[in-house]
C-alpha cells in the first residue's frame, strides 16, 4: 500500500466519522420526535433543522471548561479521548465493499472487539477521576456492565466467525449466505442486544442514569470534553451498526449492481442504527439487577448454544 492511499483511506474514515454521527444523532431527533407526538429540532438551518447537531457542537464549544477541584486532572481529561477514539479504530476495519476498508489485516474481528471493549473504559475513567460520589457510582456500573456483556458479543462473533471460517471481517461478509439469517439469528440477537448495553444506550444506560445519578459519570464534564461523550455514544452506533449489517446481513451483497455494495452497506447499516434508535424509544430502562441476569442467564447461555450449534453445522457442512 503506497502512501498516498494510506492517506486517502485515513482521510475517508476521518470524514465518515464526523459525518456519519452527526447523521444518526439527526435521525433519532426526528424519530423519537414521531414517535413521540411532537416536534423535533425544526430551525436550525431551514429544512427540518438539519444543522441542529452542527449548532449544539458551536454551543458545545462556548461553554466553560470545568475541572472539578478534587479531580484526578490527567485522568479527568483523558477519559473524553479514551471513549471516543477506539471508536476510530474499529470503524477503519469495517469492510463496507468488496476489499475496501481502512484498516485491512487478517484478524480485523479481534482488532474491532478489542477496540470497542476499551471505548467502554472511558466511562470508567470518567467516573473515577471526578471525585463524585455520583460519578464514581456511575463509573462501577459501567465497569459491571462492560463485563457482562462482553462475553455475549464475543460469543456472538466467535459463531459467525467459525461458520466463515475466518477471524477477518471481509472474509465473513464474502462468505455470507442468505441461509445465515435463519441458522445465525440468536447470535444476532445476542450480539445485538449486548451492544446497545456495551454502548449503555437506553434501556441500559444506568451508568448515566440522569433520574438516580444526575448524569452518572459524565456528571462534573461541561464544553467540549461533554461534547466527546455524546460523540462517543453515536460513533458507537455507526460501529456496531455497520458491523451487524457485515456480518450478519451480508454486507455489499444485494440486488445493488457489485459496483454499488458500498451504498448497501450503508443503507443496512443505517436500517440496524433505526433499530437501536427504536428502542431506545419503546422500553423503559431496567434495573440494575435486571440488567446482570438478562446477561448472565439469558444472553451467555444462548450464545453458548448458538456456538454449539455453529460447530455442528459446520461439521455437517451446512
Do not use: C
Given at each position: 500500500?503506497?502512501w498516498p492511499?494510506?492517506?486517502?483511506?485515513?482521510?475517508?474514515?476521518?470524514?465518515?466519522?464526523?459525518?456519519?454521527?452527526l447523521?444518526?444523532?439527526?435521525?433519532?431527533?426526528?424519530?423519537?420526535?414521531?414517535?413521540?407526538?411532537?416536534?423535533g429540532?425544526?430551525?436550525?438551518?431551514?429544512?427540518?433543522?438539519?444543522?441542529?447537531?452542527?449548532?449544539?457542537g458551536?454551543?458545545?464549544?462556548?461553554?466553560?471548561?470545568?475541572?472539578?477541584?478534587?479531580?484526578?486532572r490527567?485522568?479527568?481529561r483523558?477519559?473524553?479521548?479514551?471513549?471516543?477514539?477506539p471508536?476510530?479504530?474499529?470503524l477503519?476495519?469495517?469492510?463496507?465493499?468488496?476489499?475496501?476498508?481502512?484498516?485491512?489485516?487478517?484478524?480485523s474481528?479481534?482488532?474491532?472487539?478489542?477496540?470497542?471493549?476499551?471505548?467502554?473504559?472511558?466511562?470508567?475513567?470518567a467516573?473515577?477521576?471526578?471525585?463524585?460520589?455520583?460519578s464514581?457510582?456511575?463509573?462501577?456500573?459501567?465497569?459491571a456492565?462492560l463485563?457482562?456483556?462482553?462475553l455475549?458479543?464475543?460469543?456472538?462473533?466467535?459463531?459467525?466467525?467459525?461458520?466463515?471460517?475466518?477471524?477477518?471481517?471481509?472474509a465473513?461478509?464474502?462468505?455470507?449466505?442468505?441461509?445465515?439469517?435463519?441458522?445465525?439469528?440468536p447470535?444476532?440477537?445476542?450480539?445485538?442486544?449486548?451492544?446497545?448495553?456495551?454502548?449503555?444506550?437506553?434501556p441500559?444506560?444506568?451508568?448515566?442514569?440522569?433520574?438516580?445519578?444526575?448524569?452518572?459519570?459524565?456528571?462534573?464534564y461541561?464544553?467540549?470534553?461533554?461534547?466527546?461523550?455524546?460523540?462517543?455514544?453515536?460513533?458507537?452506533i455507526?460501529?456496531?451498526?455497520?458491523?451487524?449489517?457485515?456480518?450478519?446481513?451480508?454486507?455489499?451483497h444485494?440486488?445493488?449492481?457489485?459496483t454499488?455494495?458500498?451504498?448497501?452497506?450503508?443503507?443496512?447499516?443505517?436500517a440496524?442504527?433505526?433499530?437501536?434508535?427504536?428502542?431506545?424509544?419503546?422500553?423503559?430502562?431496567?434495573?440494575?439487577?435486571?440488567?446482570?441476569?438478562?446477561?448472565?442467564?439469558?444472553?451467555?447461555?444462548?450464545?453458548?448454544?448458538?456456538l454449539f450449534l455453529?460447530?455442528?453445522g459446520?461439521?455437517?457442512g451446512?
Amino acid at each position: 500500500m503506497t502512501w498516498p492511499e494510506i492517506v486517502l483511506r485515513a482521510v475517508t474514515v476521518l470524514a465518515a466519522f464526523l459525518v456519519l454521527p452527526l447523521l444518526i444523532g439527526q435521525t433519532e431527533h426526528k424519530l423519537m420526535a414521531h414517535m413521540q407526538g411532537r416536534l423535533g429540532p425544526m430551525y436550525a438551518g431551514g429544512f427540518h433543522g438539519w444543522a441542529q447537531l452542527v449548532a449544539d457542537g458551536v454551543k458545545f464549544a462556548q461553554k466553560e471548561d470545568i475541572l472539578p477541584y478534587a479531580a484526578d486532572r490527567r485522568v479527568f481529561r483523558l477519559a473524553p479521548a479514551v471513549a471516543l477514539v477506539p471508536y476510530l479504530v474499529a470503524l477503519a476495519t469495517v469492510p463496507i465493499h468488496p476489499g475496501v476498508a481502512a484498516i485491512d489485516v487478517p484478524a480485523s474481528l479481534l482488532l474491532f472487539l478489542a477496540a470497542t471493549s476499551v471505548g467502554a473504559l472511558g466511562t470508567l475513567m470518567a467516573g473515577w477521576s471526578s471525585g463524585n460520589k455520583y460519578s464514581l457510582l456511575g463509573g462501577l456500573r459501567a465497569a459491571a456492565q462492560l463485563i457482562s456483556y462482553e462475553l455475549p458479543i464475543v460469543l456472538a462473533t466467535a459463531s459467525i466467525a467459525l461458520a466463515a471460517g475466518s477471524l477477518s471481517l471481509a472474509a465473513i461478509t464474502q462468505a455470507w449466505r442468505p441461509l445465515w439469517l435463519l441458522w445465525q439469528l440468536p447470535g444476532a440477537l445476542v450480539f445485538l442486544v449486548a451492544a446497545v448495553a456495551e454502548l449503555q444506550r437506553p434501556p441500559f444506560d444506568m451508568p448515566v442514569a440522569d433520574a438516580e445519578l444526575v448524569m452518572g459519570a459524565w456528571t462534573e464534564y461541561s464544553g467540549l470534553r461533554f461534547a466527546l461523550f455524546l460523540l462517543a455514544e453515536y460513533a458507537g452506533i455507526v460501529v456496531m451498526s455497520l458491523v451487524f449489517a457485515a456480518m450478519w446481513l451480508g454486507g455489499w451483497h444485494g440486488p445493488l449492481p457489485d459496483t454499488l455494495g458500498w451504498l448497501w452497506t450503508l443503507l443496512k447499516g443505517f436500517a440496524v442504527a433505526v433499530v437501536i434508535i427504536w428502542v431506545r424509544v419503546a422500553w423503559p430502562r431496567l434495573r440494575e439487577d435486571h440488567l446482570q441476569r438478562l446477561a448472565w442467564l439469558w444472553l451467555v447461555p444462548l450464545g453458548l448454544a448458538q456456538l454449539f450449534l455453529t460447530g455442528i453445522g459446520v461439521v455437517m457442512g451446512w
